[in-house]
């Protein structure tokens, strides 16, 4: 069973940049399918950006250009660089791991594992 701790999350302003961290331990994570996914007050949990085992990305269309994921397989770690934060960006980050070998997709079916969230507030 795979452990993740998402970390980084904090108060920022809008414009502002931040590079969220989500550490696994327990086993690797190296083949398997990695997600971010944000929850913010009073909405659903949306899959925001996702990254499989070549390396292939995929992004929810509204965020597009300003959201980046990547991971260190050696550190066994996924990343999630944000830039140009708004107002609309506050909500908790969550990682997500999922089955190994599977291609980048968003969608919370493909998952079936959580962090505890990391809290992004941007004030305006």
């Known amino acids: 069973q795979v452990q993740l701790v998402e970390s980084g999350g904090g108060l920022v302003q809008t414009g502002d940049s931040l590079r969220l961290s989500c550490a696994a331990t327990g086993r690797s994570i190296d083949t398997n399918l990695m997600g971010w996914f944000r929850q913010a007050p009073g909405k659903e949990r949306e899959s925001v950006a996702a990254?499989?085992?070549?390396?292939?990305?995929s992004y929810l269309d509204s965020v597009t250009g300003r959201f980046t994921i990547s991971r260190d397989n050696i550190k066994n770690t996924l990343y999630h660089q944000i830039n140009s934060l708004k107002p609309e960006d506050t909500a908790v980050y969550y990682c997500?791991?999922?089955?190994?070998?599977?291609?980048?997709?968003?969608?919370?079916?493909?998952?079936?594992?959580w962090g505890q969230g990391t809290q992004v507030t941007v004030s305006s």
């Open positions: 990254i499989d085992w070549r390396d292939t990305t």
């Open positions: 997500a791991v999922g089955a190994r070998g599977t291609t980048a997709a968003l969608g919370s079916n493909l998952f079936d594992s």
